[in-house]
Each structure stands twice: as C-alpha cells, then as structure tokens.
C-alpha cells in the first residue's frame, strides 16, 4: 500500500474522464474513494434505461458489468496517476456471481466496491467485488463476486487474435 490517499489523484474528475464508456453503457455516476488496492463507486438504476424491469429497477445480473467498470476506474487512475495513458481491458469473468435481490432498485444509491487481490505483469488481475445500499442506515449487500479481468499489453493484437482461427 501507498500513502495515496483515497481520491488524492482525482478528488473531482467525472467519471467519463475516467471510463471510455458513454450514453447508456455508463453504469457508474461517480468515484467515491480510491486507493493503491480499492476503489468504491457510486451508481444509480436508471428507470427509462434500456435495462430497466416493469418496475424501473436495474436486473441483478448487470451487476457484474457495475463491477467490471468499477475495476476499469480503478486501473484507469492508477495508470493516470502514474503518468501512463489508460489501456483497454477485458473482463475474464467470474466463477460465481451471486446476488441477494433480483433487481437493484431504482431512487437508491448503489455503492460498488472493489478491491484488488491480484494483479501480475502480463496484465491479469483479480478483484473481490460487492454491491451494497444503504437500507434505512444499515448496510446491506446485495451482491458479490470475485472478477477476473485481463489487461493485454497490446490491445489490439490481442483482439484481431482473438477471432482467428
């Protein structure tokens, strides 16, 4: 660990100066707090997006994606941070997801954290991942995973790779 301080690097960035992802395949709306092995974002379910249930809730199964840009935000600062353009990466996946609701409800913010529990030189990485809200002032998880992701020094080669047989 460093003595970065949580939110040190970008106190006040917005979040699409951090993620490339826009319109609606923006999930988070801000960064909480960060540091050298843990960032915790902000997101709410938006009723009139494209993924909202009869009842303008978030299904639980796009959690793994709030996950996914979460870690994208955390290495996204950390190569910021230390100078370094931020390089694509790709989500693994994970061996088991579990989520406690079926959907995340709309008007309640969403807290996702995720800490990094592995991250090796080629470029792989591992994060424990959990979504919470805060119910009525007590914590309450409502999701969790660990998450595999992969970070290619050359991000195209490993694409165009990717589709040839």
Not at 1 to 15: K, L, V, W
Not at 47 to 61: F, H
Not at 94 to 109: L, N, W
Request: charged share 20%; proline share 7%; glycine share 10%.
């Amino acid at each position: 660990m460093t003595d970065t301080q949580p939110g040190a690097a970008f106190p006040t960035a917005p979040i699409e100066s951090i993620l490339p992802h826009r319109g609606t395949m923006l999930l988070l709306a801000s960064v909480d707090s960060w540091d050298e092995e843990f960032l915790a974002a902000i997101a709410h379910a938006d009723p009139a997006a494209w993924y909202a249930d009869a009842e303008g809730n978030m299904p639980a199964w796009i959690g793994i994606e709030l996950m996914a840009q979460a870690i994208a935000a955390h290495v996204g600062l950390l190569s910021t941070r230390d100078g370094k353009p931020a390089r694509p990466g790709v989500l693994l996946g994970s061996r088991k997801y579990e989520a406690s609701v079926p959907a995340f409800p709309h008007g309640q913010p969403l807290r996702i954290e995720a800490r990094e529990l592995l991250r090796g030189a080629e470029g792989h990485g591992a994060y424990e991942c959990t979504i919470s809200t805060d119910g009525g002032g007590a914590k309450k998880r409502l999701a969790n995973a660990v998450i595999k992701v992969y970070q290619p020094t050359d991000f195209q080669a490993f694409i165009e790779g990717s589709f040839t047989a």
